[in-house]
Every structure is written in structure tokens, then in C-alpha cells.
């Protein structure tokens, strides 16, 4: 199976879901043109708070839609956008990429994964009972966050549902993903 784009996704506004649209403009440093987390410096409002300095490493959130796949035999369901990422993707374990990835989108964007999404209440917000469903643990107990990754711009462009992804590991040793 071929990595994909199966649906892209913004908000002006700092609402949990995000409209579906037939494209998105990603700019270089700064992450979804037009979408309420676009910037240099962090636009989550929790990082705001403890220092609205941090450089961005949130500018564009990904999920597989085999999360949501998984999540349906829970009783969820969920549609692109609902969980509040920009690109949802699928035939690509976004979760087991390295540090430092760059994911290549189309013929013209690139972004480099930065790190996981770390679930929030907004979640139990939203369905009750979602946090604990994106969230599991290894049989050594570490915790497993399901709900996506992060990354920033490197290469700014159009994406669309339908795109290509390549994958692109960085140089070994590779850095397990940790959230952001």
C-alpha cells in the first residue's frame, strides 16, 4: 500500500475540530495558512501560557485513519478533522517514525516530524471516554500515545486528499518520538 493524504483540515479558530477542505496551503516555518495554530512561536494555548516564546514544533498535526479504524471497534466514530488534525493519512505508521523524519507530500511540501501529540481532556470533551481510548501501554507499562504526530514546514506548498506521501528516515541512531 502506497502512503497517502486522505483528507486535509484547518480552523481559523482554536475550536477541537477542523473543517475538511479540498486543500491546504502549508508555509515554510510556519505551519497551515489560515489555521489558528500558524506561527513561528506556539499557538496552543497551554504553551502560550508557560512561555509564548517556544518555537512551534506543533505547526501541523497528522493522524492515520487507521487510528480511527481501531477506534470504531471501541464504539468511536470519528471522521477526518473531528480530532483536530490538519492532514490525516493512511498505509503509514506515523507513530513508529524517528525523530527528525521528513515526510515528503505531493510534489512540493516537505515536513519534519517533531514529535507525539500528547491526548488531552478536550478529548473526554468531545466523546467520553476518548482520551483513555488513545492511550495504551506497553507490556513493560510505557505509555503509548495514539493520537498522531506533530511536525513544522520545511517546504511550504499545496496538499490535497489523494497526495503521495515519501518517507525519509534521518541518519541513524534514530530518536524514538516523544510528545510535544
Same mark, same amino acid.
Not at 516555518?29 to 489555521?35: A, S
Not at 516564546?53 to 501541523?60: D, E, S
Not at 478536550?122 to 476518548?130: C, K, N, S, T, V
Given at each position: 500500500?502506497?502512503?497517502?493524504?486522505?483528507?486535509v483540515?484547518?480552523?481559523?479558530?482554536?475550536?477541537?475540530?477542523k +473543517? *475538511?477542505?479540498?486543500?491546504? &496551503?502549508?508555509?515554510a516555518?510556519?505551519?497551515? #495558512?489560515? %489555521?489558528a495554530?500558524?506561527?513561528?512561536?506556539?499557538?496552543?494555548?497551554s504553551?502560550?501560557?508557560?512561555d509564548p516564546?517556544?518555537?512551534?514544533?506543533?505547526?501541523?498535526h497528522?493522524?492515520?485513519?487507521?487510528?480511527?479504524?481501531?477506534?470504531?471497534?471501541?464504539?468511536?466514530d470519528?471522521?477526518?478533522?473531528?480530532?483536530?488534525?490538519n492532514?490525516t493519512?493512511?498505509g503509514?505508521?506515523?507513530?513508529?517514525?524517528?525523530?527528525?523524519?521528513v515526510?515528503?507530500?505531493?510534489? +512540493? *511540501?516537505?515536513?519534519?516530524? &517533531?514529535?507525539?501529540?500528547?491526548?488531552?481532556? #478536550?478529548? %473526554?470533551?468531545?466523546?467520553?471516554?476518548?482520551?483513555?481510548a488513545?492511550?495504551?501501554?506497553?507490556?513493560?507499562?510505557?505509555?503509548?500515545?495514539?493520537?498522531?504526530?506533530?511536525?513544522?514546514?520545511?517546504?511550504?506548498?499545496?496538499?490535497?486528499?489523494?497526495?503521495?506521501?515519501?518517507?525519509?528516515?534521518?541518519?541513524?541512531?534514530?530518536?524514538?518520538?516523544?510528545?510535544?
Open positions: 500500500m502506497t502512503a497517502s493524504v486522505v483528507a483540515s484547518a480552523s481559523p479558530a482554536h475550536a477541537f475540530s +473543517q *475538511v477542505l479540498t486543500s491546504i &496551503t502549508l508555509v516555518g510556519h505551519g497551515v #495558512q489560515g %489555521d495554530h500558524c506561527g513561528v512561536t506556539v499557538k496552543h494555548r504553551r502560550v501560557a508557560q516564546t517556544q518555537p512551534n514544533l506543533r505547526q501541523v497528522l493522524i492515520h485513519r487507521e487510528l480511527f479504524t481501531e477506534l470504531a471497534g471501541k464504539g468511536y470519528i471522521a477526518p478533522g473531528q480530532l483536530g488534525e492532514i493519512t493512511m503509514i505508521n506515523l507513530l513508529a517514525l524517528p525523530v527528525d523524519t515526510l515528503y507530500i505531493g510534489e +512540493q *511540501v516537505s515536513l519534519r516530524v &517533531t514529535g507525539l501529540r500528547n491526548p488531552c481532556k #478536550q478529548l %473526554d470533551g468531545y466523546r467520553p471516554g476518548l482520551t483513555a488513545v492511550l495504551d501501554r506497553t507490556p513493560d507499562g510505557k505509555l503509548v500515545r495514539k493520537a498522531g504526530v506533530m511536525s513544522v514546514v520545511l517546504t511550504g506548498g499545496t496538499v490535497r486528499a489523494g497526495d503521495a506521501i515519501r518517507v525519509a528516515l534521518p541518519a541513524e541512531p534514530h530518536r524514538a518520538l516523544e510528545r510535544v
